[in-house]
């Protein structure tokens, strides 16, 4: 958001525009990278999910490149960019503890039936898994570096990562990744593929991570061991 008026700045004063919407056609250089400007102001206000009233942003804009007094004091706007901002870090702290809430009671009631399927073994941790292949190899220590290829969903089914869709496998110390991960790969034999069922606390726990891991989000991972070492 600290770019969003400088770049409205810049694009009025490129175009030598007030509050005209550009219409015609982009036939100069000029023109093309004031859009540009233009689509990522946009974009900028819209990801940021910020309400403006577009007239009354026009004419700031225009006051400011006039050289008319401003309705507001500096001191003013900084209070009112502080008490907007505080607003919207109260309203995204109410709305993650609620999700938080609804995911740790959804996760819970996963967890109670899921540890009854035929195959789920669950561990001293709280770490759920199933073994849909037995390698062969050895199995890595916590001092180790492996290499594995997965798939990460949610409990609805959504995938947030997957090494199989990038191509390519990824390389890490056993130490490395979230508690779950740790235990249940010291479990595996190379050559073996589990699934794995993460409680919160031994994934994201409260902060989840990301976009689409919300806090307290049981997690479901494919895992394939592929190899210890380098």
Do not use: C
Not at 12 to 38: C, Q
Not at 151 to 169: A, M, Q, V
Request: proline fraction near 4%; hydrophobic fraction near 35%.
């Amino acid at each position: 958001m600290r770019m969003t008026v400088q770049l409205l700045l810049a694009a009025f004063l490129t175009v030598g525009l007030s509050a005209r919407v550009l219409s015609e056609e982009l036939d100069t250089d000029v023109k093309k990278l004031s859009y540009v400007l233009g689509m990522d102001i946009g974009n900028s206000l819209k990801q940021g999910k910020i309400e403006i009233d577009v007239d009354t942003l026009k004419q700031a804009i225009e006051d400011t490149l006039n050289g008319k007094k401003p309705l507001l004091t500096l001191e003013q706007a900084q209070e009112i960019k502080q008490s907007y901002f505080q607003k919207m870090q109260e309203k995204h702290a109410e709305e993650a503890k609620a999700l938080g809430e609804k995911n740790q009671k959804e996760g819970a009631v996963f967890l109670a039936a899921n540890k009854g399927k035929d195959g789920v073994i669950t561990t001293a941790s709280g770490l759920q898994y199933q073994v849909i292949k037995t390698g062969e190899g050895p199995k890595p220590k916590d001092t180790d570096k492996v290499t594995v290829n997965y798939k990460g969903t949610l409990l609805d089914g959504t995938e947030f990562d997957s090494s199989y869709k990038r191509g390519k496998p990824v390389s890490f110390p056993v130490k490395g990744v979230i508690p779950g991960w740790t235990e249940a790969l010291q479990l595996m034999p190379v050559g073996s593929t589990y699934r794995l069922f993460v409680p919160a606390n031994l994934a994201y726990g409260e902060r989840g991570a990301g976009d689409k891991i919300g806090p307290n989000a049981v997690l479901i991972f494919d895992v394939e061991l592929m190899g210890i070492g380098e």
